[in-house]
């Protein structure tokens, strides 16, 4: 600093004599020209920036049949009406966990005004999909071998019912412009279609004019309408109602037609009839990837004894979707299995509790069951898991 001052003031002496400028560089340079020669200067450009994969997952669950015979709606009765809903107290915390739930609704609820009855003509009351809204469920099958059980004004009072709720129906519909609409939902930015179809409706006749009343197994229909969801949405769901009563393993039949739906564009298979649970699987798909199926979700709720047609359960599934650029991946993983006991005494009393708490003094054998119906269920998918998150 020392030297810097002497130097000015040397400086301003000598400028008064010859005029010179201090020599301290300005802080501005001029670009002096390139030396013939001499090496370019380089140029810094910016790596660019790679956007990382877009992931995005929705938690799917299903329940299997809701089968109301007399003993559940007369447990249910109120003096205004029917309540179910406290059946599903303790499953409830389960299913409004998850992203979508869809139920298998095994008796059409056409209302009392129909008249409420068993089996083998089942009808039941509007408060049974009421229970199932406040329960979380989103989606309902209702193509079955019941659905025509209180004839087609059974299905018009059910399905209006339904859109009161803002729940969407699949499989069993009022009229042809109803029956086209193709169910899809959104969530989480995955796009899900449903479907659903039955082997039959205990010899019950579609009138033949109608159609469109009930979804009957026909694989040329079958094809084309899992074609029309493969544009629409990420995901087909399809709900199969087929197979043999309290069998606990599917028949060829089932696996058979699984397989060819599968290699069709169905993503998952959601198994009902049998009223027993039957073991889910993956299945080879043809297109590089797997769907998975469950051959029978079993009775979730009932009136039905045996301790087989006692136990349920809700099945979870996660789907992935992954976005990279153009480029789009569904998965299906993670799958797990909560079974599920319906508790009754003298044909009342009814509630569901998830079986891995229920007591010997509820249920004797509570825990060698509950180890039994893991096994049962692990036989094709070592990977399931005995509970949800």
Same mark, same amino acid.
């Given at each position: 600093?020392?030297?810097?001052?002497?130097?000015?003031?040397?400086?301003?002496?000598?400028?008064?004599?010859?005029?010179?400028?201090?020599?301290?560089?300005?802080?501005?340079?001029?670009?002096?020209?390139?030396?013939?020669?001499?090496?370019?200067?380089?140029?810094?450009?910016?790596?660019?920036?790679?956007?990382?994969?877009?992931?995005?997952?929705?938690?799917?669950?299903?329940?299997?049949?809701?089968?109301?015979?007399?003993?559940?709606?007369?447990?249910?009765?109120?003096?205004?009406?029917?309540?179910?809903?406290?059946?599903?107290?303790?499953?409830?915390?389960?299913?409004?966990?998850?992203?979508?739930?869809?139920?298998?609704?095994?008796?059409?609820?056409?209302?009392?005004?129909?008249?409420?009855?068993?089996?083998?003509?089942?009808?039941?009351?509007?408060?049974?999909?009421?229970?199932?809204?406040?329960?979380?469920?989103?989606?309902?099958?209702?193509?079955?071998?019941?659905? =025509?059980?209180?004839? &087609? !004004?059974?299905? #018009?009072? *059910? %399905?209006?019912?339904?859109?009161?709720?803002? /729940?969407?129906?699949?499989?069993?519909?009022?009229?042809?412009?109803?029956?086209?609409?193709?169910?899809?939902?959104?969530?989480?930015?995955?796009?899900?279609?449903?479907?659903?179809?039955?082997?039959?409706?205990?010899?019950?006749?579609?009138?033949?004019?109608?159609?469109?009343?009930?979804?009957?197994?026909?694989?040329?229909?079958?094809?084309?309408?899992?074609?029309?969801?493969?544009?629409?949405?990420?995901?087909?769901?399809?709900?199969?109602?087929?197979?043999?009563?309290?069998?606990? =393993?599917?028949?060829? &039949? !089932?696996?058979? #037609?699984? *397989? %060819?739906?599968?290699?069709?564009?169905?993503? /998952?298979?959601?198994?009902?009839?049998?009223?027993?649970?039957?073991?889910?699987?993956?299945?080879?798909?043809?297109?590089?990837?797997?769907?998975?199926?469950?051959?029978?979700?079993?009775?979730?709720?009932?009136?039905?004894?045996?301790?087989?047609?006692?136990?349920?359960?809700?099945?979870?599934?996660?789907?992935?979707?992954?976005?990279?650029?153009?480029?789009?991946?569904?998965?299906?993983?993670?799958?797990?299995?909560?079974?599920?006991?319906?508790?009754?005494?003298?044909?009342?009393?009814?509630?569901?509790?998830?079986?891995?708490?229920?007591?010997?003094?509820?249920?004797?054998?509570?825990?060698?069951?509950?180890?039994?119906?893991?096994?049962?269920?692990?036989?094709?998918?070592?990977?399931?898991?005995?509970?949800?998150?």
């Amino acid at each position: 600093m020392k030297k810097r001052f002497a130097g000015a003031v040397a400086c301003a002496a000598l400028f008064l004599l010859t005029g010179c400028s201090d020599p301290t560089p300005s802080t501005t340079t001029q670009p002096t020209p390139q030396q013939e020669g001499s090496k370019p200067t380089a140029t810094v450009t910016e790596a660019p920036v790679e956007t990382p994969p877009r992931i995005q997952t929705v938690r799917l669950q299903a329940i299997g049949d809701i089968l109301i015979h007399s003993s559940l709606y007369k447990d249910a009765k109120t003096p205004t009406g029917y309540d179910f809903r406290y059946m599903f107290e303790h499953v409830k915390p389960y299913l409004t966990a998850a992203d979508l739930a869809i139920a298998n609704q095994e008796t059409m609820i056409g209302g009392a005004e129909l008249g409420l009855s068993d089996y083998p003509l089942f009808n039941s009351p509007y408060e049974v999909g009421d229970a199932l809204h406040d329960a979380g469920i989103d989606v309902v099958s209702i193509a079955n071998n019941h659905s =025509l059980d209180a004839g &087609e !004004q059974g299905i #018009l009072n *059910a %399905t209006k019912h339904w859109d009161k709720l803002g /729940i969407p129906y699949v499989g069993a519909y009022r009229s042809p412009e109803d029956a086209a609409e193709l169910r899809v939902l959104a969530k989480n930015g995955i796009s899900f279609a449903f479907l659903a179809y039955t082997y039959g409706t205990n010899g019950i006749p579609l009138p033949a004019d109608k159609p469109y009343l009930v979804n009957l197994i026909d694989l040329e229909n079958m094809q084309r309408d899992i074609r029309k969801a493969r544009e629409q949405a990420d995901v087909v769901v399809m709900s199969l109602h087929m197979g043999g009563e309290y069998q606990r =393993l599917p028949n060829a &039949e !089932q696996q058979q #037609l699984v *397989a %060819t739906l599968a290699q069709a564009g169905v993503d /998952i298979v959601l198994g009902h009839h049998p009223h027993v649970l039957q073991p889910p699987a993956w299945v080879d798909n043809g297109r590089g990837g797997r769907t998975y199926v469950i051959y029978s979700l079993g009775n979730f709720l009932s009136g039905q004894d045996e301790i087989y047609r006692e136990i349920g359960g809700i099945a979870q599934l996660e789907v992935v979707k992954r976005t990279d650029g153009a480029q789009e991946t569904i998965t299906l993983q993670n799958p797990a299995f909560l079974p599920v006991w319906t508790h009754k005494k003298n044909w009342r009393q009814y509630k569901l509790y998830p079986l891995q708490n229920v007591t010997e003094q509820q249920l004797p054998r509570a825990q060698a069951l509950y180890q039994e119906i893991n096994a049962h269920m692990k036989k094709w998918m070592p990977e399931l898991r005995p509970t949800l998150d």
